[in-house]
Structure formats: structure tokens, C-alpha cells
């Protein structure tokens, strides 16, 4: 049941990891963000917007600018592993948001810079 679908998960994490690890850099505000869910991602030009509410409702909003590439597959209400940053050509960083459960949903952002910022309200976005 239940735990064969979350073993199942952990187990193509942890592979795509394993094969990745190469490329992989660190996490970006590790605690807050597992288990965290995309609330909206807002695109405008060279820069990227993505608003994160952590597992304990806190909101986070992550501002990239400078912004090579955007792949996104449906991210909005993905609940999130980890935002994790990978290895990219200079002057770029590469940041992928690893969902925890559906491997279809997604969202990848090449950027030169990114800031996190904790808000208060939705609205502040």
C-alpha cells in the first residue's frame, strides 16, 4: 500500500541523487523547505519568482534574476524533497526544486543570481 508507494519514491530519489551527485553543490534553506509545498511561480522576463510555504506554514520566496532557463512541468502544489543547487557553466547556477512524489510534476531554474527571503504574507509576493 501506502509504504510500498513511499518506499518506491525514496528508492528513485535516492537513485537520481546517487547518479547526479557529481553535479550536486548543496541545499538551499535546508530545514525549511522539506516538505514544503510550491504555492506559485511567477516568470517576467530575466527573472523568477517562486513562493514555498514550509511544512510549519512559514512563507518563503525565492527570487532568481538574471534567468538563462525555466523548465516547468505543472509545479504549483508540488511538495518538495529538497531545492537543490547543481553544477552549471559560469556565470550561471542551476537550481532544481526535487519533488517528493510525482516525478511528472518539476521545476528547474538557471539563473545567475538568487536571494530567499522570509515573508509574512501571501501577499507581500
Known sequence: GVAIVYTACLLSSLIRFVMADSEFIGYMNEPDVHDGTILQVKHSGAEV????????GRLFAFDFE???????IEPEGVIL????EMAAPTPFRRFVFCNWRDQQNELEIVAQRVATREIRDAAEF
Open 66 to 72: 538574471g534567468v538563462d532557463s525555466i523548465n516547468q
Open 81 to 84: 524533497y529538497s531545492v537543490s
Open 49 to 56: 519568482h517562486v513562493l514555498v510555504k514550509a511544512y510549519d
